[in-house]
């Protein structure tokens, strides 16, 4: 990096802060490349490396990974050993993210011998907490927590408080997974008490997101879904898309569990947007698994049985355990519901010996549940027995590994609280004294504060008063104008409609008439054939012209049959006569709307059509419409070249003001993703009948 970092905040932050599209201007990317390109190896270069590495992290795996090791190489040959460990930790980072875990743990434990062998325990404790996070996800549990002690007493000591809050959400997760959630929700409440404290914002919505799936886990559904919202919110507001992935495939996952299965395909294929958008393979195919489990739910298996094949095929390539055990056991639910007790008790098999490989006790209940079931269906008593003698051995085994853990919780606690105990006595002795001497000048102080209070307090009512007369006029002036627009554009609707009327009507019928007295000149003069014929093309051509402007202007679809049946006639043209690859999946209600809402709706889809067509030089547009309980939703995706969001609001342009002044017209709301090369994502939700908490 172009500095040596010395904190250990930003030691602890750089691999928490995910990014959804590049962080830095073009310019400064291009500047680190000249850097990286010098022919002399030097610290500078080493460092510019690093930095690369970095920003091509959550964009480019390979890329990242090749900076990495051409930085540690460079490194290692001028004797720079802190850009040995920096490059090193790079590469640990990158490998994490995309899945390859056993190969990040072996990078991250190169990463603290280096900084143990310079004595830089602000870096070995980043360290610490990397591969704590790595084995945790990738394989060993038990062995994370150890790891994320010796980081908590390093930062203890630095007495480095944002440090703590994010070694505090890494022990939430660790005994939310083995689990003991009643530890996992003390340890995210007191994460989130930290980050409050010190206004560390931006890392709020993850870690109150971790406390929504504990509760979910406890089965209490009103907290879960509480703080799974007030974590979206958090994340919706620091832009954090790589969270909202997460926070959306757990409401899914939520919506699921209470019966509302329309609700959490909705937030599954939400999530489906972003994690392809932001490059997440893992992330994706395990709400691809989430949504199998779905699918399986509803009765439909061939999908369900898809979904699975899917994220089998991608957790093979990673060699995820977890991910593998998942889709065998939901393959071998879905061949038990179709009848196939062979295949389905070969894939619950395979599933549990791997689950007794890595000792996941958790895992082997559920999967002995699902062979018990599958024997039982099949009629084979004797062995649904043996099965169910096992799965209750089991059970037992983990109630009493769960009590014991919560046993040797309580007594470390209760140790600590007899500590505290002792020490409260005596502050409680010397407070006693001064509370005596205090009691005299507490009582003066609290006339004194009441008179300055009244005082205050007449103030602040009599500038309320002009506050809010101010504001009851700036509303009715909104007002005022909000009326004036809605006159405008509806006016402006229906002179559309009017002029295509006219065009339709009047010219074409005149058109139309004029060729058929050209068609007669043609038979009763020979001599005229060719001129006339020339004529007939010209007038046919402008017959079609006065068909497509009509069309543009009120398409005849959307006025007779509704919105839904126009957008599917917008798409076909689209495939058959521009060359798109235009997908259109209508979800929920296909009902009519308002008319004046169907129109601006319509006119919302056309024209971010039209941006697609004349600038993104797109081959593959893909529009989700979810009309459910007064609410409808549109994920309008394309592949094409993308832009910068931020510039492009800033130039106001037609395009993107017209869309985002008719969708605020409609007192609905708009987030525009756009990656430079990775296509852009359009989230557009309106009110149509009775208005959700979302759209307001």
Same mark, same amino acid.
């Given at each position: 990096?172009?500095?040596?970092?010395?904190?250990?905040?930003?030691?602890?932050?750089?691999?928490?802060?995910?990014?959804?599209?590049?962080?830095?201007?073009?310019?400064?990317?291009?500047?680190?490349?000249?850097?990286?390109?010098?022919?002399?190896?030097?610290?500078?270069?080493?460092?510019?490396?690093?930095?690369?590495?970095?920003?091509?992290?959550?964009?480019?795996?390979?890329?990242?990974?090749?900076?990495?090791?051409?930085?540690?190489?460079?490194?290692?040959?001028? +004797?720079?050993?802190?850009?040995?460990?920096?490059?090193?930790?790079?590469?640990?980072?990158?490998?994490?993210i995309t899945g390859h875990y056993k190969e990040a743990t072996k990078y991250a434990e190169l990463?603290?011998?280096?900084?143990?062998?310079?004595?830089?325990?602000?870096?070995?404790?980043?360290?610490?907490? *990397?591969?704590?996070?790595?084995?945790?996800?990738?394989?060993?549990?038990?062995?994370?927590?150890?790891?994320?002690?010796?980081?908590?007493?390093?930062?203890?000591?630095?007495?480095?408080?944002?440090?703590?809050?994010?070694?505090?959400?890494?022990?939430? *997760?660790?005994?939310?997974?083995?689990?003991?959630?009643?530890?996992?929700?003390?340890?995210?409440?007191?994460?989130?008490?930290?980050?409050?404290?010190?206004?560390?914002?931006?890392?709020?919505?993850?870690?109150?997101?971790?406390?929504?799936?504990?509760?979910?886990?406890?089965?209490?559904?009103?907290?879960?879904?509480?703080?799974?919202?007030?974590?979206?919110?958090?994340?919706?507001?620091?832009?954090?898309?790589?969270?909202?992935?997460?926070?959306?495939?757990?409401?899914?996952?939520?919506?699921?569990?209470?019966?509302?299965?329309?609700?959490?395909?909705?937030?599954?294929?939400?999530?489906?947007?972003?994690?392809?958008?932001?490059?997440?393979?893992?992330?994706?195919?395990?709400?691809?698994?989430?949504?199998?489990?779905?699918?399986?739910?509803?009765?439909?298996?061939?999908? %369900?049985?898809?979904?699975?094949?899917?994220?089998?095929?991608?957790?093979?390539?990673?060699?995820?355990?977890?991910?593998?055990?998942?889709?065998?056991?939901?393959?071998?639910?879905?061949?038990?519901?179709?009848?196939?007790?062979?295949?389905?008790?070969?894939?619950?098999?395979?599933?549990?010996?791997?689950?007794?490989?890595?000792?996941?006790?958790?895992?082997?209940? &559920?999967?002995?549940?699902?062979?018990?079931?599958?024997?039982?269906?099949?009629?084979?008593?004797?062995? %649904?027995?043996?099965?169910?003698?096992?799965?209750?051995?089991?059970?037992?085994?983990?109630?009493?590994?769960?009590?014991?853990?919560?046993?040797?919780?309580?007594?470390?606690?209760?140790?600590?609280?007899?500590?505290?105990?002792?020490?409260? *006595?005596?502050?409680?002795?010397?407070?006693?004294?001064?509370?005596?001497?205090?009691?005299?000048?507490?009582?003066?102080?609290?006339?004194?504060?009441? &008179?300055?209070?009244?005082?205050?307090?007449?103030?602040?009512?009599?500038?309320?008063?002009?506050?809010?007369?101010?504001?009851?006029?700036?509303?009715?002036e909104e007002e005022k104008k909000h009326m004036a627009a809605r006159f405008l554009v509806e006016?402006?609707?229906?002179?559309?409609?009017?002029?295509?009327?006219?065009?339709?009507?009047?010219?074409?019928?005149?058109?139309?008439?004029?060729?058929?007295?050209?068609?007669?000149?043609?038979?009763?003069?020979?001599?005229?054939?060719?001129?006339?014929?020339?004529?007939?093309?010209?007038?046919?051509?402008?017959?079609?012209?006065?068909?497509?402007?009509?069309?543009?202007?009120?398409?005849?679809?959307?006025?007779?049959?509704?919105?839904?049946?126009?957008?599917?006639?917008?798409?076909?043209?689209? $495939?058959?006569?521009?060359?798109?690859?235009?997908?259109?999946?209508?979800? +929920?209600?296909?009902?009519?709307?308002?008319?004046?809402?169907?129109?601006?709706?319509?006119?919302?889809?056309?024209?971010?059509? *039209?941006?697609?067509?004349?600038?993104?030089? &797109?081959?593959?547009?893909?529009?989700?419409?979810?009309?459910?309980?007064?609410?409808?939703?549109?994920?309008?995706?394309?592949?094409?070249? +993308?832009?910068?969001v931020k510039k492009m609001l800033d130039l106001k342009t037609m395009g993107l003001h017209s869309?985002?002044?008719?969708?605020?017209?409609?007192?609905?709301?708009?987030?525009?993703? $756009?990656?430079? +090369?990775?296509?852009?994502?359009?989230?557009?939700?309106?009110?149509?009948?009775?208005?959700?908490?979302?759209?307001?």
């Amino acid at each position: 990096m172009g500095k040596t970092i010395t904190s250990a905040f930003a030691c602890l932050l750089m691999p928490l802060i995910m990014h959804a599209g590049p962080a830095s201007p073009d310019e400064f990317i291009d500047s680190l490349m000249a850097c990286a390109s010098q022919e002399r190896a030097s610290r500078e270069k080493v460092d510019c490396l690093i930095e690369l590495a970095y920003y091509y992290r959550d964009v480019d795996g390979d890329s990242s990974v090749m900076f990495s090791e051409k930085a540690y190489t460079i490194a290692r040959s001028i +004797g720079y050993t802190v850009g040995e460990a920096e490059a090193v930790y790079k590469k640990s980072l990158t490998l994490g993210i995309t899945g390859h875990y056993k190969e990040a743990t072996k990078y991250a434990e190169l990463f603290i011998a280096i900084c143990d062998s310079i004595r830089d325990s602000v870096r070995m404790a980043k360290g610490y907490f *990397n591969l704590g996070n790595l084995v945790r996800i990738g394989f060993d549990r038990e062995v994370s927590l150890d790891y994320y002690k010796r980081a908590k007493v390093i930062y203890e000591r630095l007495k480095d408080s944002t440090a703590l809050t994010v070694i505090y959400n890494g022990i939430g *997760n660790y005994y939310k997974e083995i689990p003991v959630y009643d530890s996992a929700v003390t340890y995210y409440h007191k994460s989130i008490e930290y980050c409050e404290a010190i206004g560390f914002n931006s890392r709020l919505g993850r870690i109150i997101g971790n406390l929504g799936d504990t509760y979910m886990k406890l089965d209490d559904l009103e907290n879960a879904r509480k703080y799974l919202l007030i974590g979206l919110d958090h994340d919706r507001r620091n832009e954090d898309n790589v969270s909202m992935s997460v926070a959306f495939s757990r409401m899914g996952i939520l919506e699921k569990t209470d019966g509302n299965d329309h609700e959490a395909m909705k937030y599954h294929l939400l999530s489906d947007s972003l994690y392809r958008m932001t490059g997440d393979q893992s992330g994706l195919h395990d709400n691809i698994m989430n949504m199998g489990y779905l699918f399986l739910k509803q009765g439909k298996f061939d999908k %369900a049985m898809e979904h699975f094949r899917k994220g089998l095929a991608h957790h093979r390539t990673q060699d995820y355990a977890d991910g593998r055990m998942s889709a065998w056991h939901g393959m071998a639910q879905v061949y038990r519901e179709i009848g196939q007790t062979g295949k389905s008790l070969l894939y619950a098999d395979s599933s549990l010996t791997m689950a007794r490989s890595t000792n996941n006790l958790y895992r082997q209940k &559920a999967i002995l549940q699902t062979i018990y079931l599958t024997h039982l269906r099949a009629g084979n008593t004797e062995e %649904a027995l043996q099965v169910f003698t096992e799965y209750h051995g089991l059970k037992d085994s983990i109630f009493s590994l769960e009590r014991t853990r919560i046993i040797n919780d309580l007594l470390l606690r209760y140790e600590k609280d007899k500590d505290r105990l002792r020490i409260l *006595n005596l502050e409680k002795e010397n407070l006693e004294k001064a509370r005596q001497r205090n009691l005299m000048i507490f009582a003066a102080s609290g006339i004194l504060f009441l &008179a300055l209070f009244i005082t205050l307090f007449l103030l602040y009512k009599r500038r309320k008063d002009r506050i809010i007369a101010s504001q009851k006029i700036r509303r009715l002036e909104e007002e005022k104008k909000h009326m004036a627009a809605r006159f405008l554009v509806e006016g402006q609707e229906l002179e559309r409609k009017r002029m295509a009327l006219e065009l339709h009507d009047n010219l074409g019928v005149l058109l139309t008439a004029t060729r058929l007295h050209f068609s007669e000149i043609r038979d009763k003069d020979p001599g005229s054939r060719e001129l006339v014929g020339r004529a007939e093309k010209l007038l046919e051509q402008a017959s079609t012209d006065v068909r497509k402007i009509s069309h543009n202007l009120m398409p005849g679809l959307l006025t007779k049959l509704g919105l839904f049946e126009a957008l599917e006639d917008l798409f076909e043209n689209l $495939s058959e006569k521009d060359g798109f690859d235009a997908r259109l999946e209508v979800i +929920g209600e296909k009902d009519r709307l308002n008319e004046n809402k169907e129109i601006m709706i319509y006119r919302i889809v056309q024209e971010l059509v *039209n941006n697609t067509i004349k600038h993104a030089g &797109a081959s593959v547009i893909d529009l989700t419409v979810v009309n459910q309980d007064g609410e409808l939703s549109m994920s309008y995706h394309d592949n094409g070249k +993308g832009f910068d969001v931020k510039k492009m609001l800033d130039l106001k342009t037609m395009g993107l003001h017209s869309i985002q002044s008719r969708v605020e017209f409609l007192n609905g709301t708009v987030k525009i993703d $756009s990656v430079k +090369g990775n296509g852009t994502v359009f989230r557009i939700c309106i009110p149509v009948g009775y208005t959700p908490p979302s759209c307001k």
